[in-house]
């Protein structure tokens, strides 16, 4: 490159650096005096909602990653005590190793304690719980077979509304062979 080409060039990038460093310079002190003439608003912070939050019989509709499946289903929590209570889930679990063949469905059910703290700044929840678990395997390889075992899991619960809220939760489950795992689950609940 010639070097009447290449100063030309330089001297073009040196005068937009410059145009950008005016630009930037007399935007904020264009906003700098705009602020300073502005009354300034008193700053305020609004809860979400101060009725009660999340107390109450509530139905959930689940679904996500369950062991080596996917699975989706219903939730009734029913407190027995604001910090614990009783969780019954009917899950339908789908699992299928291969295209055409060896797919298959099992139903489950589970009574499970869980704990959990109060609803903090009516906006969230920690929670954790488990309990036994029973599925029946509906079709596919081994239908009819009645699975056994058990599990927990742990979650956080935000709130949208007093009455409504999402769940995020990561667990365990054991029972069967194609049933044990890893599970990570979301839902929506309701409160009644």
Do not use: H
């Amino acid at each position: 490159m010639p070097a009447s080409v290449a100063r030309s060039y330089e001297t073009r990038v040196m005068s937009i650096r410059a145009a950008l460093l005016a630009l930037s310079i007399g935007s904020a002190r264009l906003l700098a005096s705009r602020e300073a003439s502005a009354d300034p608003a008193p700053a305020t912070v609004e809860a979400p909602s101060t009725d009660p939050t999340g107390r109450g019989v509530a139905v959930g509709l689940e679904n996500g990653l369950w062991a080596n499946g996917f699975a989706s289903g219903l939730r009734l929590r029913v407190p027995l005590k604001p910090s614990w209570g009783l969780t019954v889930r009917a899950l339908g679990v789908y699992r299928q190793r291969d295209v055409v063949i060896d797919a298959t469905y099992t139903g489950i059910g589970s009574l499970e304690m869980y704990g959990c703290t109060p609803v903090y700044l009516n906006l969230l929840r920690i929670y954790g719980g488990g309990g036994p678990r029973v599925g029946y395997r509906l079709a596919g390889p081994g239908d009819g077979e009645v699975v056994i075992g058990g599990g927990g899991q742990a979650g956080l619960e935000a709130f949208i509304r007093p009455w409504m809220s999402f769940t995020f939760e990561l667990g365990g489950t054991a029972g069967g062979r194609d049933l044990s795992g890893g599970t990570a689950m979301t839902a929506v609940t309701f409160y009644l």
